[in-house]
């Protein structure tokens, strides 16, 4: 059976992805939590990614798949950010990560896989998200490079999705109405839900599909590549 770290994987998407994989392998969850996950066959660490370090932690020597879940969605007017918001962003998205790689890749298997999370709004460019998209830009970029240096050895992959309904997306989905607000702004009519994200990153990371790295994906219901308004 294959190791896998999940770090941020007791809620959202991440717990989505944890339930998949630990039907056929045996899953490591780092988080702040585990309320949500005593329905499922893995093995939880206490662990806040922006405080602890991983090396402390009961993790196996050899590890076939990493998957960083925690994130932010942070959507204000440029003026209405100051520096330090863009540096909290940084930090949760991309030093978080960063560090977290650091103390793993050494213990990557041969043949193993990374699974990375940004957003559309890097590639489409969305108004209010300045700083996320920042953020998240820094890891497309962090991970092709990663991907290229690591080849064949380790596969890196990005999946980038539009707005999911997760409790990070809360805010943004309290009510019926904006609800309905923005499933009409995609093409496919709808946000999205955490198995269609979870659906690819499970994909990226079955040693079948194993000729793909390097990519950012979209799973974002047409948003950044169709415009059906016309």
Excluded at 75 to 93: A, G, R, S, T, V
Excluded at 190 to 201: L, P
Aim: hydrophobic residues 40%; negative net charge.
């Amino acid at each position: 059976m294959r190791n896998i770290l999940l770090i941020g994987g007791s809620h959202g998407i991440g717990r989505e992805i944890a339930n998949q994989l630990s039907k056929q392998n045996n899953v490591y969850v780092a988080s702040r939590t585990s309320k949500d996950l005593s329905d499922l066959n893995v093995n939880h660490i206490s662990f806040d990614v922006l405080s602890d370090t991983i090396e402390d932690q009961d993790i196996p020597d050899e590890i076939h798949d990493f998957v960083f879940c925690p994130g932010s969605i942070n959507l204000k007017p440029f003026k209405m950010l100051d520096i330090q918001d863009f540096k909290e962003d940084m930090e949760i998205n991309f030093f978080a990560m960063v560090k977290m790689v650091k103390a793993i890749v050494g213990r990557m298997a041969e043949g193993s896989s990374m699974v990375f999370f940004s957003t559309v709004a890097v590639d489409s460019g969305m108004a209010y998200h300045t700083s996320i998209s920042a953020a998240k830009g820094a890891i497309e970029g962090f991970a092709k490079a990663l991907a290229a240096e690591y080849a064949p050895k380790i596969r890196v992959n990005v999946i980038a999705p539009s707005l999911v309904d997760t409790p990070l997306a809360s805010r943004l989905l309290s009510n019926d109405k904006k609800k309905e607000q923005i499933s009409e702004r995609h093409p496919l009519k709808r946000v999205g839900s955490v198995k269609d994200i979870a659906n690819m990153a499970t994909f990226l990371l079955h040693p079948e599909n194993s000729w793909i790295t390097g990519q950012v994906i979209g799973v974002d219901g047409g948003m950044s590549t169709l415009n059906t308004n016309s």
